[in-house]
């Protein structure tokens, strides 16, 4: 069973627009929560991060919105530049603060539109 | 910056021989982990391990072992290849859920 989903398989946002990327939880146990940028042939990279005792987070263009109470969070990215372009995975952890691993989303490839 | 190193990018084996994906780590991180990457499965946890000669499963542990013999180094092991494990594996060591650090990943192909 999924306990993190990214419902989105891929996200299309012209240059310059604001990128909106969704994922939700299933686990109330979940108490911090990351996204990771990925390209191709590469690792995935850190971006952002929120605590549960948080409902924003932000980073530059970026801004991570959590909403508790509906186990929803959102990426937002402004304004959206061709290098954005990557797939993007949500991730959580839980008690054991990331020891036992974090538990990730199946993406959500990210296409910037010159 | 924290490196962690995969020893091969990419690798094509055989169905039955035993695979070694090695992963090395410079920080003196205490957890390490391995992933598998599939398009539309996302990334699934595969084994961990939170210090020398620990080891924990993880989602996905069938066909793998794993080695920790010293504390920068964390081997996956596949006793024999199949071709249901040809993927992208990703290694990664962290201090916490804020410290992930991921290896370029290696993409194994098993024919």
């Known amino acids: 069973d999924q306990q993190v989903k990214q419902n989105s398989p891929s996200l299309s946002v012209q240059e310059g627009r604001i990128s909106i990327l969704n994922c939700d939880y299933t686990?109330?146990?979940?108490?911090?929560f990351l996204w990771y940028k990925k390209y191709p042939a590469e690792g995935p990279t850190f971006l952002i991060s929120?605590?549960?005792?948080?409902d924003k987070n932000e980073d530059g263009r970026f801004t991570v919105f959590l909403n508790k109470s509906a186990k929803h969070l959102s990426l937002h990215i402004v304004p959206s530049q061709p290098g954005d372009s990557a797939v993007y995975f949500c991730?959580?952890?839980?008690?054991?603060?990331?020891?036992?691993?974090?538990?990730f989303g199946k993406g959500t490839h990210l296409i910037i539109q010159p | 910056d924290v490196k962690v190193t995969q020893s091969s990018r990419y690798l094509v084996k055989r169905t039955g021989e035993k695979v070694f994906l090695e992963c090395v780590q410079d920080?003196?991180?205490?957890?390490m982990f391995w992933y598998r990457q599939d398009p539309g499965l996302g990334l699934r946890l595969i084994y961990f391990?939170?210090?020398?000669?620990?080891?924990e499963k993880g989602d996905i542990p069938e066909g793998y072992s794993v080695s920790r013999e010293k504390k920068e180094r964390f081997s996956l092991i596949l006793e024999s290849a199949s071709t249901n494990q040809t993927s992208m594996y990703l290694c990664?060591?962290?201090?916490?859920?804020?410290?992930?650090?991921f290896g370029s990943g290696t993409r194994l192909t098993v024919v």
């Open positions: 686990n109330s146990m979940f108490d911090y």
């Open positions: 990664a060591s962290s201090t916490g859920p804020n410290g992930y650090t």
């Open positions: 391990s939170y210090d020398v000669k620990m080891k």
């Open positions: 991730a959580a952890s839980g008690v054991r603060g990331g020891a036992d691993g974090l538990t």
């Open positions: 929120i605590s549960s005792i948080k």
């Open positions: 920080m003196d991180h205490e957890n």
